[in-house]
């Protein structure tokens, strides 16, 4: 049984160091020319370091950039940077704010942070980028990781004649700068004013003129009078000469 569990252990240290080996060649056999077919993207503490909110990143002629824009900054997402002491251990940078670091197909098989003194390096640096912000400010976090060059950094602690001719991902540099975005203030919206009616007169009626029409009392034409009163005449004079003759009559 002892022995059973001696082998056991004999394997796993085998697997576990076939592993780092395995991803130590990996790390060494990045080349510029075949992150084209990698994936890049930005994870941090502005969202908790996970899958979710990655930002990825576009390429052009080299050079991958990526913006992070946090609309609002909270207190979890500002923490102290640290940097790796050379033996493992991490000891404080002395500033706070937001951390992130850049890496390859959304895993931690290869990644880019901060150049790295203690082990003189950008790739799988334990060296976290970070820019400083506060919370509740609206900011953006411009990135670049830069396939074409080392790291100044890395140039001004090795030999730069060897670095400057042969390009290494050890050393690509990751650049950023944030801005702070100043938000405008909502325009203060009034309750539109009611709109009162018109006022409204009432229409002066002017009656309309009446005509009385009074009815025409007949009166004769004076043409008709006047022959009334001859026709009165002849009926006199008429009677008149009836009345001689009858009295001429009588005497014979």
Same mark, same amino acid.
């Given at each position: 049984?002892?022995?059973?569990?001696?082998?056991?252990?004999?394997?796993?240290?085998?697997?576990?160091?076939?592993?780092?080996?395995?991803?130590?060649?990996?790390?060494? #056999?990045?080349?510029? /020319?075949?992150?084209?077919?990698?994936?890049?993207?930005?994870?941090?503490? @502005?969202?908790?370091?996970?899958?979710?909110?990655?930002?990825?990143?576009? /390429?052009? *002629?080299?050079?991958?950039?990526?913006?992070?824009?946090?609309?609002?900054?909270?207190?979890?997402?500002?923490?102290?940077?640290?940097?790796? &002491?050379?033996?493992?251990?991490?000891?404080?940078?002395?500033?706070?704010?937001?951390? @992130?670091?850049?890496?390859?197909?959304?895993?931690?098989?290869?990644?880019?942070? =901060?150049?790295?003194?203690?082990?003189?390096?950008?790739?799988?640096?334990?060296?976290?980028?970070?820019?400083? $912000?506060?919370?509740?400010?609206?900011?953006?976090?411009?990135?670049?990781?830069?396939?074409?060059?080392?790291?100044?950094?890395?140039?001004?602690?090795? =030999?730069?004649?060897?670095?400057?001719?042969?390009?290494?991902? *050890?050393?690509?540099?990751?650049?950023?700068?944030?801005?702070?975005?100043? &938000?405008?203030? %909502?325009?203060?919206?009034?309750?539109?004013?009611?709109?009162? %009616?018109? $006022?409204?007169?009432?229409? !002066?009626?002017? %009656?309309?003129?009446?005509?009385?029409?009074?009815?025409?009392? #007949?009166?004769?034409?004076?043409? &008709?009078? !006047?022959?009334?009163?001859?026709?009165?005449?002849?009926?006199?004079?008429?009677?008149?000469?009836?009345?001689?003759?009858?009295?001429?009559?009588?005497?014979?």
């Amino acid at each position: 049984m002892r022995k059973s569990k001696i082998l056991a252990t004999v394997v796993s240290s085998a697997l576990v160091a076939s592993v780092a080996a395995t991803a130590a060649i990996s790390v060494s #056999a990045i080349k510029a /020319e075949d992150m084209s077919s990698h994936k890049v993207g930005i994870v941090g503490s @502005f969202n908790d370091w996970s899958k979710d909110g990655e930002v990825w990143m576009t /390429e052009n *002629n080299g050079v991958w950039e990526g913006t992070v824009d946090i609309p609002e900054v909270t207190d979890t997402m500002v923490v102290d940077a640290t940097t790796d &002491d050379g033996s493992g251990g991490q000891i404080p940078r002395g500033i706070k704010g937001i951390t @992130f670091k850049v890496r390859l197909d959304g895993d931690w098989g290869d990644s880019w942070g =901060d150049y790295e003194a203690a082990y003189d390096r950008t790739l799988n640096s334990q060296t976290n980028c970070c820019v400083e $912000a506060k919370a509740g400010t609206h900011v953006k976090i411009n990135v670049k990781l830069d396939t074409t060059k080392n790291s100044p950094e890395a140039l001004a602690n090795s =030999d730069s004649d060897a670095k400057e001719d042969d390009v290494d991902s *050890n050393w690509w540099p990751v650049t950023y700068t944030v801005e702070e975005v100043k &938000d405008e203030a %909502p325009a203060e919206s009034k309750p539109a004013e009611a709109s009162k %009616p018109a $006022a409204t007169k009432p229409a !002066t009626t002017t %009656p309309a003129a009446t005509t009385t029409t009074t009815e025409d009392t #007949a009166s004769p034409a004076t043409g &008709d009078t !006047t022959s009334a009163v001859a026709l009165v005449a002849v009926v006199l004079a008429s009677l008149g000469t009836a009345v001689v003759m009858t009295k001429k009559a009588s005497k014979e």
